[in-house]
């Protein structure tokens, strides 16, 4: 059986839920935080290390302003009001991604990082204005800066997921298959699952039959 530390998601589908069913996008991102909050609960029962999500890319910003806005209110909402909770479940959170975003946000987001920093139980990585090549693109400036040896080492040590293992399983829903500037060196030898449901409707059945599938795979890393 594969040892299962670490699972990435990619949460896609949330604007043709909210359309299909309630004629608007940002009502498919509110029941899509309801879908993040099952698989929090079910990551800490399944005994699981890290939980990486994609909740915002450096692309996304080409979205509408109500849709940017509605998205950072939710995020802004769930943390005022998720954070004692998460801290007592002993979990704990960390933004993976540019934090150069409104005063507040930025502001809530350190104070929430920092309360439950010594956490131990699940850590979940919040790719927030995260892009993949901008992070590779600014490890190789650090690498070139500090007159190190370019190697996997010193790449890995500058990337924002320093000290934490590469995913052994990403999950994509919302029936689309591609990696959408995610984790693109970390995600070398991860088994990739796409789903063809909606975010909003994916839930912890779907994840515990994949963390089932992934289990019984063969990883041969190469050899055979
Ligand atoms: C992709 O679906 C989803 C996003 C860009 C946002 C993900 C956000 C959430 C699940 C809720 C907020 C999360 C937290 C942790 C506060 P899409 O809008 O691209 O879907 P589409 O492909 O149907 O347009």
């Not at 509408?64 to 801290?87: A, G, Q, R, S, T």
């Not at 600014?138 to 190190?148: D, L, P, Q, T, V």
């Not at 994949?210 to 289990?215: A, E, L, Q, R, S």
Request: charged letters at 30%; glycine letters at 4%; a positive charge.
């Amino acid at each position: 059986m594969n040892p299962l530390n670490h699972v990435a998601i990619i949460m896609d589908g949330n604007g043709r839920w909210g359309l299909k069913y309630k004629r608007s996008r940002n009502s498919g991102h509110k029941a899509g935080l309801n879908t993040v909050e099952k698989i929090i609960k079910e990551s800490l029962k399944q005994k699981i290390k890290y939980l990486t999500l994609y909740a915002f890319s450096t692309e996304n910003w080409k979205r509408p302003k109500n849709e940017i806005n509605y998205l950072f209110n939710l995020l802004e909402n769930f943390l005022v009001n998720k954070i004692n909770k998460l801290h007592e479940q002993n979990i704990k959170l960390k933004i993976i991604g540019n934090k150069n975003l409104s005063k507040k946000l930025s502001k809530l987001l350190s104070k929430s990082e920092k309360k439950t920093y010594f956490n131990s139980k699940l850590q979940i990585n919040l790719a927030l204005n995260y892009g993949s090549k901008i992070e590779l693109l600014n490890a190789f400036k650090k690498i070139k800066r500090n007159n190190e040896k370019i190697n996997e080492k010193n790449l890995t040590k500058h990337l924002l997921t320093k000290n934490i293992p590469d995913p052994e399983v990403l999950i994509r829903t919302g029936d689309t298959k591609r990696l959408s500037n995610f984790l693109l060196w970390q995600l070398a030898y991860t088994e990739i699952f796409f789903v063809r449901k909606l975010w909003p409707d994916f839930n912890e059945v779907d994840f515990v039959k994949i963390i089932k599938k992934f289990k019984t795979i063969k990883r041969n890393f190469g050899s055979i």
